[in-house]
């Protein structure tokens, strides 16, 4: 089975910190996703990488950076965490091979908190 | 640009009944279509997708799902509704003219079974 794992479930952290989540995939997948869930507004892409050392932006990028450095993570940075980024994380993979036709699969998600 | 609309926030029913969760869809080509789940503090499950071919697509756990391409419509139903099932639902799309691109998701619709 496909795993994709986050380093943490749960995160409480201050204004101003900066801020790293970390996503592992096992299975070789080329694409990777950050998503951000809140509720009413379903699930909106930060960013998305479909190699090493290369990021695109999603619908939402503004205070968040992006590290890939080996195929098989993909991290998440906020810069100088804000109260407005509280928030469920969600990490997602796929593979490129039958492009469009594959679906992604989610790791557990984080849940941070920003106080 | 592709689109999702889930028009239900929540839907209730009685267990043992069929259940019903709608989602329509827009895109430019054809449309490459995806469920998910979603329990309690958790990540995303991939349920069944729609690419080609027949329309009614069976999936985990019971559920199948109809594309109705004059509608542009990709309804998740159940024959007999479980306690279980009860849970946060997501339909998502990608267009096939736009190749290997981030899935596109919808706002989701809570789904509550009652006893």
């Known amino acids: 089975d496909v795993k994709v794992t986050q380093s943490s479930r749960y995160l409480v952290k201050r204004t101003g910190e900066k801020v790293f989540l970390e996503c592992v995939q096992d299975m070789d997948h080329e694409n990777m996703f950050w998503y951000r869930q809140d509720p009413g507004l379903g699930l909106r892409l930060i960013y998305f990488s479909y190699d090493v050392k290369m990021k695109e932006k999603g619908d939402i990028p503004e205070g968040y950076s992006v590290s890939r450095e080996k195929k098989e993570r993909f991290s998440l940075i906020l810069e100088s965490a804000s109260t407005n980024q509280t928030s469920m994380y969600l990490c997602?993979?796929?593979?490129?091979?039958?492009?469009?036709?594959?679906?992604?699969?989610f790791g557990q998600g984080t849940r941070l908190t920003v106080v | 640009a592709q689109s999702v609309a889930q028009p239900e926030d929540q839907v209730n029913v009685a267990e043992g009944n069929p259940l019903t969760v709608k989602c329509t869809y827009s895109?430019?080509?054809?449309?490459?279509l995806f469920w998910y789940v979603q329990y309690p503090n958790r990540g995303l499950q991939f349920l069944l997708k729609?690419?080609?071919?027949?329309?009614l697509v069976k999936g985990s756990y019971g559920f199948e799902a109809e594309f109705n391409k004059s509608q542009t419509s990709f309804h998740l139903k159940k024959p007999s509704a479980l306690v279980s099932d009860s849970a946060l639902y997501f339909c998502?799309?990608?267009?096939?003219?736009?190749?290997?691109?981030?899935?596109?998701f919808g706002k989701g619709t809570r789904l509550s079974v009652i006893a």
């Open positions: 895109v430019s080509g054809n449309p490459y």
């Open positions: 729609y690419i080609t071919g027949d329309n």
């Open positions: 998502a799309v990608r267009d096939s003219l736009r190749g290997n691109t981030p899935l596109v």
């Open positions: 997602a993979s796929s593979v490129p091979g039958q492009g469009a036709r594959t679906e992604a699969f």
